[in-house]
């Protein structure tokens, strides 16, 4: 690099002397490489002192989070722009903007201080946000000058935000999900010209068939007599919305017409969509273990050059001081407490050597990236208050009963129970009764459950069942009040308070899933893949924010919606006469529409179900062209046959890496050092409270030479590993992949990682191809 400037990934000197220890500048250098590594970041900053300062202040939280915020207000911007939901002035809406890509601009720049010209300027994501702020600019002059003369222009540039969104360094996991839709069009895409042209041949088919014998929809319109209207119809018989209607007027002419809808329904719709679904989940896992492989490899590069700058000889072998070790730690992790680096240490430096080998050098990223449960045994306040009573043996016994699996049984049938008298007449007065005796009971439960648990352990932060529980009680108390403060005050009668008291004591029936083990888990599974479902979230807000700004622009003003007590003859067609007897009005669609972003979205939603999509499309393109259907169609192909086939890869994916993979080496020697010091918590002993609170507590240091004076030591703090649960579906593959790769193995260079493909088989992984 001119200058003296080098990136990351390249070589750095080591000080001068093998015993001399780094300096302040190569601890950030390495605690750069171990952040990135930590959180499987790829990006080539210079290695100058400077530019590693501006790095790790670029991946500051603060100026993440900044950077979401002028993201999504940028996006929101189309609820206040026309079509508005909440109408501003053009003025401020482009003020707004304008900060908003000042922002972008900056954000931009920060990148550029850290990264090589050559590199930055060949990123097309660089590029991507560049070319987008110039065109925003440009669209916003344009726009601006015809207002100021009163002609209605078009804000076509609206479409490209979220290009913001998807290419900033922050939204590397968006941009999977986007490679993996780009990897799988190739193969999908045979599969999709294959499925057309046997559209085709059916659509030719039914010309010949249908077209010349007069027949007649309900609507009175001829049947099947254009080969355009005849491929969109069977179009959405593939989608199953117009099934039987689209082969009644054929079939009540000749039954064995059927045979020809029967045979196109099981080749197009069950057998090309299933193998849609086959070829997009067999490119996702193709394309996913290839990226899996080179984050595996890229993450060990890092660690490795982070040792190398940190190194130091002490005999035969080069080695990083402890001292050292203890100051990158506390840089990469900044709110680390001391126990927790000492735990990590203790497992780093088995031997308490004063030194970490290479080994277990690279392995740091890792460890930082295990959730260790922090756990403060605390006693009962009436252990404390009055111990004699507490420990008596009666109170024993209750505690002990509270804790069998036989008050969980019972309490089930409770709630079964419960469930059928909800589904009987509450103004039966015996009915009425019985509420406040299940009420009573679940009241007694919770009370049971905090003499038995110690409260704030109960209601811990993790303690999500707990919580879900005793709140659910609560919703019922206040409805059961509330209802019968209702029925007594005859002269007072809400019917939304009502509903509301009714939807509070249905709630009650969700004790259900806390209570059945089974439920729980499937519930758990649910929440614990919600946060990396959130990237195909991203995913599906930018295509429905890129079709619902160009659907704005095409039908704004097209339909309009009345108040269902209007008279206005307006009313019964939408607001266009176009719509006059058609599907669209007489289904009283009117609400669907475009003219504004909220409303958009809804109905792209509906779009997304695919049931009536072809009412919806043939509204639109009664009120402008027959040619946007082909808007309606390239929305259906998008989001349903690939996004969603895609989602069902991951959910796929998910499930099976979640059930399928046991703890890795590095939390089994964590695991093993926690026992070892005797400091540890089995994870089923932190399940329904009992007596832990999963909060860090005061900091403390390791001392003492046996379990006693260790446990003494901590003052009460005990450890445990946060189950898989908490991972994400890539750092359990990564997991898997990295234990087949061996301790010494340093890998390819950067360059051949960057270059992985699908086809390589480096290495040879029999047990994650299975896998992955």
Same mark, same amino acid.
């Given at each position: 690099?001119?200058?003296?400037?080098?990136?990351?990934?390249?070589?750095?000197?080591?000080?001068?002397? $093998?015993?001399? $220890?780094?300096?302040?500048?190569?601890?950030?250098?390495?605690?750069?490489?171990? +952040?990135?590594?930590?959180?499987?970041?790829?990006?080539?900053?210079?290695?100058?002192?400077?530019?590693?300062?501006?790095?790790?202040?670029?991946?500051?939280?603060?100026?993440?989070?900044?950077?979401?915020?002028?993201?999504?207000?940028?996006?929101?911007?189309?609820?206040?722009?026309?079509?508005?939901?909440?109408?501003?002035? @053009?003025?401020?809406?482009?003020?707004?903007?304008?900060?908003?890509?000042?922002?972008?601009?900056?954000?931009?720049?920060?990148?550029?201080?850290?990264?090589?010209?050559?590199?930055?300027?060949?990123?097309?994501?660089?590029?991507? *946000?560049?070319?987008?702020?110039?065109?925003?600019?440009?669209?916003?002059?344009?726009?601006?000058?015809?207002?100021?003369?009163?002609?209605?222009?078009?804000?076509?540039?609206?479409?490209?935000?979220?290009?913001?969104?998807?290419?900033?360094?922050? +939204?590397?996991?968006?941009?999977?999900?986007?490679?993996?839709?780009?990897?799988?069009?190739?193969?999908?895409?045979?599969?999709?010209?294959?499925?057309?042209?046997?559209? %085709?041949?059916?659509?030719?088919?039914?010309?010949?068939?249908?077209?010349?014998?007069?027949?007649?929809?309900?609507?009175?319109?001829?049947?099947?007599?254009?080969?355009?209207? &005849?491929?969109?119809?069977?179009?959405? %018989?593939?989608?199953?919305?117009?099934?039987?209607?689209?082969?009644?007027?054929?079939?009540?002419?000749?039954?064995?017409?059927?045979?020809?809808?029967?045979?196109? &329904?099981?080749?197009?719709?069950?057998? !090309?969509?299933?193998?849609?679904?086959?070829?997009?989940?067999?490119?996702?896992?193709?394309?996913? #273990?290839?990226?899996?492989?080179?984050?595996?490899?890229?993450?060990?590069?890092?660690?490795?050059?982070?040792?190398?700058?940190?190194?130091?000889?002490?005999?035969?072998?080069?080695?990083?001081?402890?001292?050292?070790?203890?100051?990158?730690?506390? *840089?990469?992790?900044?709110? &680390?407490?001391?126990?927790?680096?000492?735990?990590?240490?203790?497992?780093?430096?088995?031997?308490?050597?004063?030194?970490?080998?290479?080994?277990?050098?690279?392995?740091?990223?890792?460890?930082?990236?295990?959730?260790?449960?922090? &756990?403060?045994? =605390?006693?009962?306040?009436?252990?404390?208050?009055?111990?004699?009573?507490?420990?008596?043996?009666?109170?024993?016994?209750?505690? #002990?009963?509270?804790?069998?699996?036989?008050?969980?049984?019972?309490?089930?049938?409770?709630?079964?129970?419960?469930?059928?008298?909800?589904?009987?007449?509450?103004?039966?007065?015996?009915?009425?009764?019985?509420?406040?005796?299940?009420?009573?009971?679940?009241?007694?439960?919770?009370?049971?459950?905090?003499?038995?648990?110690?409260?704030?352990?109960?209601?811990?932060?993790?303690?999500?069942?707990?919580?879900?529980?005793?709140?659910?009680?609560?919703?019922?108390?206040?409805?059961?009040?509330?209802?019968?403060?209702?029925?007594?005050?005859?002269?007072?009668?809400?019917?939304?308070?009502?509903?509301?008291?009714?939807?509070?004591?249905?709630?009650?029936?969700?004790?259900?899933?806390?209570?059945?083990?089974?439920?729980?888990?499937?519930?758990?599974?649910?929440?614990?893949?919600? /946060?990396?479902?959130?990237?195909?979230?991203?995913?599906?807000?930018?295509?429905?924010?890129?079709?619902?700004?160009?659907?704005?622009?095409?039908?704004?003003? =097209?339909?309009?919606?009345?108040?269902?007590?209007?008279? +206005?003859?307006?009313?019964?067609?939408?607001?266009?006469?176009?719509?006059?007897?058609?599907?669209?009005?007489?289904?009283?669609?009117?609400?669907?529409?475009?003219?504004?972003?909220?409303?958009?979205?809804?109905?792209?939603?509906?779009?997304?179900?695919?049931?009536?999509?072809?009412?919806?499309?043939?509204? !639109?393109?009664?009120?402008?062209?027959?040619?946007? #259907?082909?808007?309606?169609?390239?929305?259906?192909?998008?989001?349903?046959?690939?996004?969603?086939?895609?989602?069902?890869? @991951?959910?796929?994916?998910?499930?099976?890496?979640?059930?399928?993979?046991?703890?890795?080496?590095?939390?089994?020697?964590?695991?093993? #050092?926690?026992?070892?010091?005797?400091?540890?918590?089995?994870?089923?002993?932190?399940?329904?409270?009992?007596?832990?609170?999963?909060?860090?507590?005061?900091?403390?240091?390791?001392?003492?030479?046996?379990?006693?004076?260790?446990?003494?030591?901590?003052?009460?703090?005990?450890?445990?590993?946060?189950? =898989?649960?908490?991972?994400?579906?890539?750092?359990?593959?990564?997991?898997?992949?990295?234990?087949?790769?061996?301790?010494?193995?340093?890998? /390819?260079?950067?360059?051949?990682?960057?270059?992985?493909?699908?086809?390589?088989?480096?290495?040879?992984?029999?047990?994650?191809?299975?896998?992955?």
């Amino acid at each position: 690099m001119p200058g003296g400037r080098r990136a990351a990934g390249l070589h750095r000197p080591h000080p001068s002397s $093998p015993e001399e $220890p780094p300096a302040q500048e190569d601890l950030l250098l390495a605690a750069a490489y171990v +952040s990135d590594a930590q959180y499987n970041r790829n990006v080539p900053f210079e290695t100058s002192p400077q530019a590693v300062r501006l790095y790790h202040f670029y991946n500051h939280w603060t100026m993440r989070a900044a950077t979401y915020f002028f993201i999504w207000g940028d996006l929101a911007l189309a609820l206040f722009e026309e079509p508005a939901l909440f109408p501003l002035p @053009f003025l401020a809406t482009s003020i707004a903007e304008v900060l908003c890509l000042t922002a972008f601009s900056g954000r931009l720049v920060h990148f550029a201080k850290v990264t090589p010209q050559m590199v930055f300027w060949k990123d097309t994501k660089n590029i991507c *946000i560049v070319v987008t702020i110039v065109l925003t600019l440009i669209d916003l002059i344009i726009y601006g000058s015809l207002e100021a003369v009163n002609i209605h222009g078009v804000r076509w540039s609206r479409a490209l935000r979220p290009v913001f969104l998807i290419n900033f360094p922050e +939204s590397r996991q968006i941009r999977r999900a986007f490679r993996s839709i780009r990897n799988t069009l190739p193969d999908i895409l045979y599969v999709f010209l294959l499925f057309i042209f046997s559209m %085709l041949i059916f659509s030719l088919m039914a010309l010949k068939l249908f077209g010349d014998r007069g027949l007649k929809t309900v609507e009175g319109s001829p049947y099947f007599t254009n080969i355009l209207d &005849i491929a969109f119809e069977l179009y959405v %018989l593939v989608t199953t919305a117009n099934s039987p209607d689209v082969m009644m007027p054929a079939y009540e002419f000749n039954w064995w017409y059927s045979l020809y809808f029967i045979t196109y &329904i099981i080749i197009n719709t069950y057998i !090309f969509m299933s193998v849609f679904l086959a070829v997009v989940y067999n490119n996702y896992r193709k394309h996913l #273990k290839n990226e899996i492989r080179t984050l595996a490899y890229l993450k060990r590069h890092k660690m490795i050059e982070a040792f190398n700058i940190l190194k130091v000889k002490v005999g035969t072998e080069f080695v990083v001081k402890e001292a050292q070790w203890r100051q990158l730690a506390k *840089i990469v992790a900044p709110d &680390i407490s001391s126990s927790h680096l000492e735990l990590l240490l203790r497992i780093s430096d088995e031997g308490q050597k004063g030194y970490v080998d290479k080994m277990n050098f690279l392995r740091l990223a890792d460890l930082l990236n295990i959730q260790v449960v922090t &756990i403060n045994i =605390k006693r009962h306040p009436l252990e404390a208050w009055m111990p004699r009573v507490y420990q008596s043996s009666p109170s024993l016994l209750v505690q #002990k009963v509270v804790r069998h699996r036989i008050f969980v049984w019972v309490y089930d049938v409770i709630i079964l129970i419960n469930a059928i008298f909800i589904a009987l007449d509450e103004k039966n007065p015996l009915i009425s009764y019985a509420e406040w005796l299940f009420l009573s009971l679940y009241i007694i439960e919770i009370l049971l459950k905090l003499y038995t648990y110690e409260p704030r352990a109960y209601f811990g932060r993790k303690q999500f069942w707990n919580w879900f529980d005793t709140l659910i009680i609560i919703a019922a108390l206040v409805a059961t009040v509330a209802n019968t403060t209702i029925q007594s005050a005859r002269k007072y009668n809400s019917q939304q308070i009502l509903d509301i008291v009714l939807i509070l004591r249905i709630l009650r029936l969700l004790r259900i899933i806390v209570s059945i083990q089974r439920f729980r888990v499937i519930v758990t599974t649910l929440i614990n893949i919600g /946060p990396t479902m959130l990237t195909f979230g991203g995913l599906v807000l930018v295509v429905y924010y890129v079709f619902a700004i160009i659907g704005m622009e095409v039908f704004h003003g =097209k339909v309009h919606f009345f108040d269902p007590s209007s008279t +206005s003859p307006d009313a019964l067609v939408c607001g266009n006469p176009a719509l006059k007897d058609s599907a669209f009005a007489r289904g009283r669609y009117c609400r669907n529409n475009f003219n504004d972003l909220a409303a958009s979205l809804i109905l792209l939603t509906e779009l997304t179900v695919v049931n009536q999509w072809h009412v919806l499309a043939d509204g !639109f393109a009664l009120v402008t062209h027959q040619a946007s #259907k082909l808007y309606f169609i390239g929305f259906h192909v998008v989001v349903v046959i690939l996004i969603v086939n895609i989602f069902i890869a @991951f959910i796929l994916e998910a499930f099976f890496v979640a059930y399928s993979l046991e703890k890795s080496e590095v939390e089994t020697a964590i695991e093993k #050092k926690i026992q070892e010091l005797g400091v540890g918590v089995q994870e089923e002993e932190v399940l329904d409270g009992k007596l832990i609170d999963n909060v860090d507590a005061k900091d403390s240091g390791f001392s003492g030479d046996d379990g006693d004076n260790k446990r003494k030591a901590l003052k009460g703090l005990y450890f445990r590993i946060a189950s =898989k649960k908490y991972k994400t579906v890539d750092a359990l593959l990564q997991q898997m992949f990295e234990s087949e790769i061996a301790p010494e193995d340093e890998g /390819p260079s950067l360059e051949e990682i960057l270059n992985f493909s699908p086809s390589d088989i480096h290495p040879k992984n029999p047990s994650f191809e299975n896998s992955a």
